[in-house]
């Protein structure tokens, strides 16, 4: 195997299971997005048979994805679908997000086979898709007169939990309350993986929507951090080594020279399998866990690291190597990217091997 992603199901179960002690809340585990870069169809096959009531996605294409995988999951939408895709989404007996005036109006003209179950979005403070709260009782009232279809859930998502803006997330928490007790609503949900770690006590809904903390990361730094285990990691092997006995330059470009005695090792992985070419020199990968920079350009398919003196007699051809593992975090920061950005990045050359 050239690399390869290592991943975890059961830590996936055991920080789901964190979250919901943590805030005695139900969980709705978000696997769009191919559950973060980790395969939605083999996580959706391990949870569905836990206890979860339903799983969310981004949009149609995901869902029918994990559906026609043979799983019988509740899945919603949580995009905007254009009419096309609400049929079939309605029709597949998905949940949908209804968000607009313009989901309301497809919503009637759809001569659907089943009853739309529908989660209505409000918009608190993101900015992004949702109605405001003042239209919002209009939108149900109009929803349930006209019997458009069932509402199931009422959800709002927060937009900077993970920064310092607690009086701006508490506003956006505040805006929602007014649906925390909507009866007959069987779900409603607002916190997302930092809301859940951080502001669960401030608010009355049922059920929450862990994407990125389900997967073992944060991306801000809380003591509860040591709740969540480590559920993935990128690794490749060395498949070549050179000890240089003249100065050299490595990768295209010209852009590092390596030094008479470095010794250069080349892996088998580039940036068409995700590993982002901003790391070329001066990313860091692992092996025994010590770091080793990278060395000139990322290619397409290799990349040369150099070896430090301290592993010289430890590595062979073959020897591992941790691409992303516990500091993908650190990694992501140093080129203005987040954890999120990485590891969907990871491409499907790059074989998954669940433990
Ligand atoms: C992606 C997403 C989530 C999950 O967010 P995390 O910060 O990864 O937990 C929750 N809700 C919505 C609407 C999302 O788009």
Redesign the pocket.
């Known amino acids: 195997m050239r690399s390869w992603l290592e991943i975890n199901l059961k830590n996936i179960e055991f920080n789901l299971n964190q979250i919901e002690n943590l805030t005695q809340k139900k969980a709705i585990p978000?696997i769009?997005?191919n559950a973060?870069g980790l395969g939605s169809i083999e996580v959706a096959k391990y949870l569905s048979k836990k206890n979860f009531k339903l799983f969310?996605v981004?949009n149609f294409q995901e869902a029918i994805e994990i559906k026609n995988s043979g799983l019988e999951n509740k899945i919603l939408i949580?995009?905007n679908n254009d009419k096309d895709d609400l049929e079939l989404a309605i029709n597949n007996g998905f949940s949908i997000t209804i968000s607009s005036w313009d989901d309301i109006k497809n919503l009637e003209m759809l001569n659907t086979s089943k009853e739309a179950l529908i989660h209505i979005?409000i918009d608190t403070g993101m900015g992004r898709i949702g109605f405001i709260p003042d239209e919002s009782d209009k939108a149900i009232k109009h929803i349930n007169d006209n019997k458009l279809g069932t509402i199931q859930g009422i959800?709002s998502?927060l937009s900077s939990?993970?920064e310092n803006e607690d009086e701006f997330t508490l506003q956006q928490i505040n805006l929602f309350k007014k649906y925390e007790g909507m009866k007959d609503i069987p779900f409603i949900h607002i916190l997302?993986?930092?809301?859940?770690f951080k502001y669960s006590k401030y608010t009355n809904t049922n059920f929450v929507?862990?994407?990125?903390?389900?997967y073992g990361i944060l991306?801000f730094n809380t003591p509860l951090k040591k709740l969540l285990k480590p559920v993935f990691k990128l690794k490749t092997k060395i498949i070549y080594i050179k000890t240089l006995n003249i100065n050299t330059f490595i990768s295209y470009g010209k852009t590092a020279e390596g030094q008479k005695g470095d010794m250069i090792a080349t892996l088998p992985i580039g940036y068409a399998d995700g590993l982002d070419r901003r790391f070329s020199n001066g990313g860091k990968v692992k092996i025994f866990d010590k770091e080793c920079k990278i060395i000139g350009r990322i290619c397409m398919d290799m990349t040369m690291i150099i070896i430090p003196n301290s592993l010289r007699n430890k590595i062979d051809v073959g020897t591992e190597v941790e691409i992303y593992g516990k500091d993908i975090n650190k990694q992501a920061e140093s080129i203005g990217s987040i954890a999120?950005e990485l590891m969907t990045r990871i491409n499907k050359r790059v074989s998954r091997k669940y433990i």
């Open positions: 978000v769009k997005a973060y969310a981004a949580m995009g979005k959800y998502h939990a993970d997302n993986s930092p809301g859940i929507r862990p994407g990125i903390s389900m991306l999120d």
